[in-house]
């Protein structure tokens, strides 16, 4: 039984920041990629930001380029989400995920269906 956890979510004030964090516990199976996807209200849900586990390759949401930084640590199977600048239109909750993304990594954020892992998710306010 696999868990993803999410933590590091809050209130912020534009032009900060925020580190989420993703915990994940138990084994992972046929995964090669960790994500982060974020849903507003109304809104569908969206990715962010997704690392490659075995090369490190990444690729983010044109909206967060610049701003926002997807890292991997092995030991403890963490992921991160450093987030800077952030602004109101980032306010939304932040999910992790896991799954096994069969193609390049530019595809890796245009289809949530590769990702059969999911956290609780976070919530990032974002105050102007």
């Known amino acids: 039984q696999v868990q993803m956890v999410e933590s590091g979510g809050g209130s912020v004030q534009a032009g900060g920041s925020l580190r989420l964090s993703c915990t994940a516990s138990g084994t992972l199976y046929n995964t090669n990629c960790l994500a982060w996807f974020r849903q507003a209200p109304g809104k569908e849900r969206e990715g962010v930001a997704v690392i490659k586990t075995g090369d490190g390759s990444t690729d983010y949401a044109d909206s967060v380029k610049g701003r926002f930084t997807i890292s991997q640590d092995n030991a403890g199977n963490i992921v991160y989400l450093q987030m800077n600048s952030l602004k109101p239109e980032d306010t939304a909750m932040y999910y992790c995920?896991?799954?096994?993304?069969?193609?390049?990594?530019?595809?890796?954020?245009?289809?949530?269906?590769?990702?059969?892992?999911w956290g609780q998710g976070t919530q990032v306010t974002v105050s102007s």
């Open positions: 995920a896991a799954g096994d993304v069969l193609a390049g990594i530019a595809a890796a954020l245009r289809w949530e269906g590769w990702y059969n892992y």
